[in-house]
């Protein structure tokens, strides 16, 4: 059984930081490279940043480089984000999952079943 519990956002203002911690069930942790992704209201989820199983390889959406980190705690089954000098534009419910690259380049989600995400609000 697939369970993903996203935690950590809240109501930040502009250049603030914030650290979200996403608990995955061992089917969906293990050996999985696990990523990020979040949903604006009235768009698309997209995705946001993955990193491997063995975190040495990380991958990032362009509008995020140089301000998200993305890492995992293969011991308890987490993996996190941590945002810093957010921006209005990172305002959007985040998600995890584990995932699968395709073309080199597209990510997809390798579950279809999400948790309830966690909401980051940016915003002064």
């Known amino acids: 059984q697939v369970q993903l519990v996203e935690s950590g956002g809240e109501l930040v203002q502009p250049g603030g930081s914030l650290r979200l911690s996403c608990a995955a069930s061992?089917?969906?942790?293990?050996?999985?490279?696990m990523g990020w992704f979040r949903q604006a209201p009235g768009k698309e989820r997209e995705f946001v940043a993955a990193?491997?199983?063995?975190?040495?390889?990380?991958y990032y959406v362009d509008s995020v480089k140089g301000r998200f980190t993305i890492s995992r705690d293969n011991a308890k089954n987490t993996v996190y984000l941590q945002m810093n000098s957010l921006k209005p534009e990172d305002t959007a419910v985040y998600y995890c999952?584990?995932?699968?690259?395709?073309?080199?380049?597209?990510?997809?989600?390798?579950?279809?079943?999400w948790g309830q995400g966690t909401q980051v609000t940016v915003s002064s």
């Open positions: 061992g089917r969906t942790f293990s050996n999985n490279t």
């Open positions: 999952n584990a995932v699968y690259q395709e073309y080199g380049s597209t990510w997809y989600a390798l579950f279809d079943s």
């Open positions: 990193i491997s199983w063995s975190g040495r390889s990380t």
